[in-house]
């Protein structure tokens, strides 16, 4: 099967993070038409027309947004590039980051271009020091191309960018935590209503999109909006890339068609389960979607097939367990995480997770009881319904699914007090 | 004021390009640390008076973020990723490998500190799990042979 590739057809490219390589491979031919031929809203037209939605995880139209922060006239307004990965089993936008950083550049100016902006930031997290360190390197060089700066290509336009380093938070990926962030603030999300569209970065009108959803607005003002609406699904359009990781055979990225089967991506793509084994359970988006069983597997990538299961497309990370692996001690795990990076702002989520984590713990260890099961999911119900931001809303549902999926494995562990899988 | 002139003024070019001097904590924090390794009470006074802001409020920024430490810290920083697919593909195997070898347990450093030893979160690499990071490096598919080669490399 031959599917296009868009935001990662330069990666393979030796030296791909540099602008002459990206200029010969028909880099900033959207930026240049864009200032020679368009008018803003004829730009925001074409985002529109195109079906691109963000592929942070939430999904909202991205022309949508961009008209919201056009028509606000309050001035300056801000684009700002969420380049704070840190959904555990993604690691696309790194990727992207180091190997193809001027798509990202472009992606943005053309943004700023659309909107009004003059300034943008890519808030990348503090551990991709690499990455941070690549960007800062393109962004000088497209300022000394004048592909940045002050008239940019002669044109009467201002654009420049900041590199703005994170510094190990999960809760900043959050689109109001990571503006809080970028004000110098502990990443406490903020209340939505104001959305960060009319009220984000110093109050003022801020355009947030993750660094896949910036790579592709290039390539789709190049090749139309039409060519971008044909590919993948109807209402989620385009190629998504995948992060497939675990006991897979061939772990790695995978730019494919939106809604295609996650089977087909495990099996095809994938080379199906490592060491021969079994398939036992996926998380397809994140280790916040919640996980899948071997039966729900033959399903596409799409939020509406994967919402009914109980699970979400996320930033599409896919992490594959293999028949070998206690999923309790995958619950655990994973509570730990989200009692880790809870911010502590709410008390469902703060509360929830820090007591599900020790009853986990209790579990784990062989102290638990039949009820506990019983308040896990009292205590994941309520996080769910009641929290305040997106991390508290989504982090019960690893364990939550995991109950769902796997009771037996936690009643080896209730009833008979150990592991049945013995590889803690 | 413990801080040099030369860092107070580069502190103070940070405050300037930002619409005001608090959006420039985070870059100042990792400003200052990078030329004194940690960042001690004092010197977290100095950059609240620099900057304008209550000191309380520069504490309360520091301690929220993991990657701004308040005490002193080894030469070099080994970060093992434990989260679910690092897990899956034997991170419990990386962290006895790196405790025999550095004769630390997690959270501690060497007596020479020249390492220190953190568990850390999904580090964004986990088609190459195993993977740990040292200092800014990541190294990926990671074994038992592989540590022991990239230790030698940091001194």
Known sequence: MDYPSITLRNIKEPDSHKINTYLKSGGYKGLTRVLDDMVPEEVIGSIKRSGLRGRGGASFPTGLKWEFARRDRNFPKYIVCNADEGEPGTFKDRILIEKDPFAIIEGMTIAGFSVGAEKGYIYIRGEYVKGAEILRKAIKEAKEKNFLGKNIQGKDFNFDLDVYMGAGSYICGEETALIESLEGNVGYSRIKPPFPINVGLWDKPTVLNNVETFSLVAPIIVNGDEWFSNIGARDFPGTMIYSLSGHVNKPGLYELPTGINLKTIIYEFGGGIKDGKKLKAVFPGGLSSGCLNENEIDIPMDHKALAKVGSMLGSGAIIVINDETCMVEIARRGMKFFRHES??????????????????????????????????????QGMKTAAFCGLGLAAANPVLSIIKNFPKDFESHINDKKCAYNNK | MELSPKL????????????????????????????????????????????????????????????????????????????????????????????????????????????????????????????????????????????????????
């Not at chain 2, 390009?17 to 100095?46: R, T």
Request: proline share 3%.
């Open chain 1, 343 to 380: 911010c502590g702002k709410c008390v469902p989520c703060r509360e929830g997770t820090f007591w599900i984590s020790k009853i986990m713990l209790r579990i784990v260890n062989g102290e638990g009881k039949k009820e506990d099961l019983d308040l896990i999911k009292d205590l994941g």
């Open chain 2, 8 to 155: 107070i003024k580069e502190i103070n070019e940070l405050a300037d390009a930002c619409p005001n001097k608090k959006g420039a904590l985070l870059p100042v924090l990792y400003l200052v640390q990078k030329e004194y390794g940690f960042l001690s009470e004092s010197i977290l006074k100095d950059i609240a008076f620099i900057l304008n802001i209550p000191e309380v409020f520069v504490f309360g920024v520091t301690t929220f973020y993991t990657m701004f430490h308040t005490s002193e810290q080894a030469k070099n920083i080994i970060s093992v990723c434990t989260n679910i697919t690092c897990s899956l593909l034997g991170s419990e195997h990386i962290i006895k490998t790196l405790e025999n070898i550095l004769k630390i347990k997690p959270g501690e450093m060497t007596k020479d500190k020249k390492f220190s030893l953190n568990l850390v979160e999904c580090l964004g690499s986990c088609g190459t799990a195993p993977v740990m990071m040292v200092n800014g490096d990541l190294h990926e598919n990671l074994t038992e042979e592989k540590i022991k080669r990239i230790l030698d490399t940091y001194k």
